[in-house]
């Protein structure tokens, strides 16, 4: 049985920094790729990073440049997303999920978690 649960959501100041956590179970992490998706209050959800099963990465948006690392533990069967520098825009309810190999668009996305909620305070 496929899962992925994410972890490590919660409360931050604007500027401050969140790890969130996708621990994956019932398939072999090292030939899939994991995205990390948001839905905001009232918006669509949107794609916000992507390592593939080569750990090339792909940003779904440029408003996570420079702020956003996604990074991946095979061993562990987790992947990590590193968020610093937060703003309030951040805001939303974070998803991981899991696709073979590449990094596709986000209806291509085969297998999802429940989602871990991020509050960006001012």
């Known amino acids: 049985q496929v899962q992925l649960v994410e972890s490590g959501g919660g409360l931050v100041q604007a500027g401050g920094s969140l790890r969130l956590s996708c621990a994956t179970s019932g398939f072999t992490l090292d030939y899939y790729a994991i995205g990390w998706f948001r839905q905001a209050p009232g918006k669509e959800r949107e794609g916000v990073i992507c390592?593939?099963?080569?750990?090339?990465?792909?940003h779904y948006t440029d408003s996570v440049k420079g702020r956003f690392t996604i990074s991946r533990d095979n061993a562990k069967n987790t992947v990590y997303l590193q968020m610093n520098s937060l703003k309030q825009e951040d805001t939303a309810v974070y998803y991981c999920?899991?696709?073979?190999?590449?990094?596709?668009?986000?209806?291509?996305?085969?297998?999802w978690g429940q989602g871990t909620p991020v509050t960006v305070s001012e």
């Open positions: 999920a899991a696709e073979w190999a590449m990094c596709v668009t986000m209806s291509r996305f085969e297998y």
């Open positions: 390592i593939s099963s080569d750990d090339d990465i792909t």
